[in-house]
Structure formats: structure tokens, C-alpha cells
């Protein structure tokens, strides 16, 4: 079974503070890993995944597999970044879902 | 384009009631999914379809119905609604399977039921 991991349900920093939101997965084959954003009154949207290795809005993961995870980094936390952020999981191959995490809500203060 | 709609966006139920939410989309995407929102959850995986005439149970599917009659929409149904039943519902679609594909998600339905 897969299983996707945030350990932190809030986390509060201060603008232009570093910001990680950890997530851990498991799965014993080769996953597909994705972070999505729902910010206030929006719908959850797409923010980045691991195969795409791209930096959205300042935002990067790398995927590390030996100690499979996949935290979501920021140099420099800004205020319009405060959101519920989820990390979700799903397999590479064939028919697959999205196994999300609990979330984490990031809070940037000024 | 709309992208993904949801219809109600609010509804209140009593207990044993029934209705049916509805989750329309205009990209012509092939899979379609009914997750539930619950704080300290996350989304959970209702029913999901991989096709016109097709569904699929997710993680939990108990207590829920779903058809998908026609491309573009995916209903969800609930027959006696039950008060653990209360929570935010949302649709979403992608073009292929989860794992190369981004879903679009739609506002979500916010179902109490009493």
C-alpha cells in the first residue's frame, strides 16, 4: 500500500524566512511525486512535480529516494504564500490514482 | 473554458435523506475523480472513473454511488445520507493516469447533514 506522510499540520514563519514542508512516502515501486496548493477561497491546483524538476514560485522538491522524500523548499517565505499545501503520490505506470497527505498550512506572517 | 464545475456548492441534508452532486468538465478528459475533504484528513479517493461507463472504488467508497453515463460528467450519489457524511466534496479530472497527469480540481461542494 502507498502512504503519504506530512508530519507537520501548521507551519508559521515569518516573511523572507526559509520554508520546508516535509513529506515522506511509501511505496515499494518507483513513484510519481506532486505538491498541490489551495490558497484561500481557490481551488487546489497543481503547484509542481518531481519529474518536471522545475521551481514554481520560488518553490522546489527533490525527490530522494533513499530516504523517500519529497520536501517542498522556499529560500524566502512570502505572505501570498500562506496556503494548505498537500503532497500527493501515485504509481508511473498503468491505471493510478493520487494518494494524498494530510496537508500542512503555511502560514507566512509580515 | 469552465473547467471542472460542481453542482450544489452548498447543501444541507438530514439524516437518511438522499441527493446527488453533480461534477461537470469541458477538457474532454478521460479520468475523473470524487475525493472528500476532512480536517486533519486530507483528500480522500470516493469513487473515480477511467472512462465513459466506467467506475471505480477508492479509499472510501462506503455509503456512496457514482455513475458515468457521459463524457464530461461523473455524479456522485448518496442514498441515506448519515451525519459522517458532513464534509467538503470535490471533483476532479485528468486527461490520463494519475501518475503523468496534473488533475484539475473543481471549488468543491460543502454537504452538512444532520
Known amino acids: 500500500a502507498q502512504r503519504v506522510t506530512q508530519p507537520e499540520k501548521l507551519l508559521s514563519v515569518f516573511k523572507g524566512a526559509p520554508v520546508e514542508l516535509k513529506c515522506n512516502y511509501s511505496?515499494?515501486?518507483?513513484?510519481?511525486l506532486f505538491w498541490y496548493v489551495q490558497y484561500s477561497r481557490q481551488r487546489l491546483q497543481l503547484l509542481l512535480r518531481?519529474?518536471s524538476r522545475e521551481s514554481i514560485k520560488g518553490f522546489t522538491a527533490d525527490l530522494n529516494k533513499g530516504e523517500t522524500s519529497f520536501h517542498l523548499k522556499k529560500p524566502f517565505a512570502q505572505e501570498e504564500d500562506s496556503a494548505m499545501y498537500y503532497c500527493?503520490?501515485?504509481?508511473?505506470?498503468?491505471?493510478?490514482?493520487?494518494?494524498f497527505g494530510k496537508g500542512t498550512m503555511l502560514l507566512v506572517s509580515p | 473554458n469552465a473547467g471542472v464545475t460542481q453542482t450544489p456548492k452548498f447543501r444541507v441534508l438530514k439524516t437518511g435523506q438522499s441527493m446527488t452532486l453533480l461534477c461537470a468538465q469541458d477538457?474532454?478528459?478521460?479520468?475523473m475523480y470524487w475525493y472528500r475533504q476532512d480536517p486533519g484528513m486530507g483528500l480522500r479517493l470516493i469513487h473515480y472513473?477511467?472512462?465513459?461507463?466506467?467506475?471505480a472504488k477508492g479509499e472510501v467508497p462506503d455509503g456512496y454511488n457514482v455513475s458515468r453515463l457521459k463524457k464530461q460528467n461523473f455524479l456522485l450519489g448518496l442514498e441515506s445520507a448519515a451525519p459522517s457524511q458532513t464534509s467538503v466534496y470535490f471533483c476532479?479530472?485528468?486527461?490520463?493516469?494519475?501518475?503523468?497527469?496534473?488533475?484539475?480540481f473543481g471549488p468543491g461542494t460543502r454537504l452538512t447533514v444532520l
Open positions: 477538457m474532454n478528459h478521460e479520468y
Open positions: 500527493a503520490l501515485s504509481r508511473n505506470s498503468g491505471y493510478s490514482t493520487l494518494t
Open positions: 476532479a479530472s485528468s486527461r490520463g493516469t494519475s501518475g503523468r497527469n496534473e488533475q484539475f
Open positions: 518531481h519529474i
Open positions: 511505496y515499494s515501486g518507483s513513484p510519481e
Open positions: 472513473s477511467v472512462g465513459e461507463g466506467t467506475t
